[in-house]
């Protein structure tokens, strides 16, 4: 199993930035998806998760509205579109599958 994130880097508050995560490994189909996220000092967190089909979705109430996340099963790639993002996003955000594995990370960065 791999899941390898990318697009993470810096952005001025208000901005936007979209986190990809490539899967294999798997039949990524048939499970849900995740994306956590880890600040400075702080546990890791969920920030948005998505069925297999992709047909619901949940959100922290600390993003809701602000993120979206989606998955292209056909493409095994799962994404966490950002707008609005706030200094206190700034975290390592994870993708990660439900029976246990995590990606490396990938750092998003907000500055006022």
């Known amino acids: 199993v791999q899941l390898v994130e990318s697009g993470g880097g810096l952005v001025q508050s208000g901005g936007s930035l979209r986190l990809s995560c490539a899967a294999s490994?798997?039949?990524?189909?048939?499970?849900?998806m995740s994306w956590y996220r880890q600040a400075p000092g702080k546990g890791r967190e969920l920030v948005a998760g998505?069925?297999?089909?992709?047909?619901?979705?949940n959100y922290a109430d600390s993003v809701n509205g602000r993120f979206t996340i989606s998955r292209d099963n056909a493409k095994n790639m799962v994404y966490l579109q950002m707008n609005s993002l706030k200094v206190e996003d700034t975290a390592v955000y994870y993708c990660?599958?439900?029976?246990?594995?995590w990606g490396q990370g990938t750092q998003v960065t907000v500055s006022s």
């Open positions: 990660y599958v439900g029976f246990g594995y």
């Open positions: 490994g798997f039949t990524f189909s048939r499970f849900p």
């Open positions: 998505i069925t297999s089909a992709g047909d619901s979705t």
